[in-house]
């Protein structure tokens, strides 16, 4: 079955970094525009950062451009979240999504997710 795994979630301090990965088994990445979303408790889930096909074209969440950084090795089946100067508000747990469509900031856009990895920044 095809699915989406993320990883490299955990605590990290106010200021710190965490990469994460999300890689996917059964299926290709090629030819998928891709990217994160983000949870809080209580809150919707939001677009952080969507990259495109061939990784050349990045896109960002106002709250987290200049910290974090969206990339994609489609020869490793893998797209990346690196993120630095973490904030706490960065809580949340995390989700990468797939879609055959434009690149877009619409959850709705997005057919197929991962499982989420949690992410937690102390203050």
């Known amino acids: 079955q095809a699915q989406l795994v993320e990883s490299g979630g955990g605590l990290v301090q106010a200021g710190g970094s965490l990469t994460l990965s999300c890689t996917a088994s059964g299926r290709t990445l090629t030819g998928t525009v891709m990217a994160w979303f983000r949870q809080s408790p209580g809150k919707e889930r939001e677009f952080v950062a969507v990259?495109?096909?061939?990784?050349?074209?990045?896109y960002y969440a106002n709250s987290v451009k200049g910290r974090f950084t969206i990339s994609r090795d489609n020869a490793k089946n893998t797209v990346y979240l690196q993120m630095s100067s973490l904030k706490p508000e960065d809580t949340a747990i995390y989700y990468c999504a797939a879609s055959q469509t434009t690149i877009t900031a619409r959850r709705n856009e997005y057919t197929d997710w991962g499982q989420g990895t949690q992410v937690t920044v102390s203050s």
């Open positions: 990259i495109s096909v061939r990784g050349s074209i990045p």
